[in-house]
């Protein structure tokens, strides 16, 4: 007997342009990396960045800000020990860390991209 999952809703939403751009990553290789932002007042998951086809990982972490979460994607591309071309796309949770003393706020900060 097949069993049904209920999924839980956060009442976010995705916007066009991030799976639009998500396809050309995965499908036509168009981006090296995606960066995502929340839009905490019309709860909307919008595309930040998008990094060009020649564009690193050290690229990625620069366009990544220090104060702010990020969800991000990452094209990389690797070579086997058998010489084969293969490349593994990479999600990344992007949190803000912050001293001890702030830890409750931390948590009331982070917790929308939780």
Known sequence: MAMAF???TTGMWVTDECK????EMKWKKVHRYI????????R?????KVGGPGE??????ASLP????????FDF???TVDNCRKSKLFF??????????LVPYIILFNLIYI
């Open 6 to 8: 209920k999924m839980a």
């Open 20 to 23: 639009n751009s998500f396809m």
């Open 35 to 42: 960066v995502f932002k929340i839009d905490e007042k019309s």
């Open 44 to 48: 909307l998951v919008t595309v930040d």
């Open 56 to 61: 690193s990982y050290d690229d990625l972490t």
């Open 66 to 73: 220090i104060d702010d979460c990020r969800y991000a994607v």
């Open 77 to 79: 591309d690797f070579v």
């Open 92 to 101: 990344i949770a992007w949190f803000v860390v912050f001293p001890t003393c």
